[in-house]
T-cell receptor, first 113, second 114 residues
């Protein structure tokens, strides 16, 4: 049973517009959430994270929103750029799990010029 | 600062053969992780080391997989004997410590078992 779900396998967005990637989770013990970006033939690269005590974290063009009651988080990229085209993974860790990240299946984002 | 290094980048073997992967973490990082990423899935943690001790190997198929981190730096992951379902990308990651420290990933080793 998947504890972290990314229900959209792919997303296509026009350059300059907003990209919204969604992630749902089932484990109420998760208290730390991360987004990783992955280009082909490379390892995942950390993008942004959020603790469960917050509902928003912003870093430049990237903002992560957390809705604990809905067990849902989203990553907003504004404005989207062609270089943002990659696979985005949502990941979560549980209280006391000491770094054991549970990943979703990923969403492939394509930003068209 | 050099990133996480892994070798080889690609490996093709036949089922029942053995294979080993090597990882050199970022200098000074005490925690090292091995993940398995099957095509179309997210990475799944296999084993976690803190220095040269195993912290979590609950998802490591111990009948065929083994890993070690001698001297608390480099690590080796071995599969013996390999099965078709072991075809995946094996990712190594490291972090300064455990908990919420950012994990930095290497480029991975793509294993194909025929």
């Amino acid at each position: 049973d998947q504890q972290v779900k990314q229900n959209s396998p792919s997303l296509s967005v026009q350059e300059g517009r907003i990209s919204i990637l969604n992630c749902d989770y089932t484990n109420s013990m998760f208290d730390y959430f991360l987004w990783y970006k992955k280009y082909p033939a490379e390892g995942p690269t950390f993008l942004i994270s959020i603790s469960s005590i917050k509902d928003k974290n912003e870093d430049g063009r990237f903002t992560v929103f957390l809705n604990k009651s809905a067990k849902h988080l989203s990553l907003h990229i504004v404005p989207s750029q062609p270089g943002d085209s990659a696979v985005y993974f949502c990941a979560a860790s549980e209280v006391g799990s000491q770094g054991n990240l549970i990943f979703g299946k990923g969403t492939k984002l394509s930003v068209k010029p | 600062e050099a990133g996480v290094a892994q070798s080889p980048r690609y490996k093709i073997i036949e089922k029942r053969q053995s294979v080993a992967f090597w990882c050199n973490p970022i200098s000074g990082h005490a925690t090292l992780y091995w993940y398995q990423q099957i095509l179309g899935q997210g990475p799944k943690l296999l084993i976690q080391f803190q220095n040269n001790g195993v912290v979590d190997d609950s998802q490591l198929p111990k009948d065929r997989f083994s890993a070690e981190r001698l001297k608390g730096v480099d690590s080796t992951l071995k599969i013996q004997p390999a099965k078709l379902e072991d075809s995946a990308v094996y990712l190594c990651a490291s972090s300064f410590s455990r908990d919420t420290d950012t994990q930095y990933f290497g480029p991975g080793t793509r294993l194909t078992v025929l």
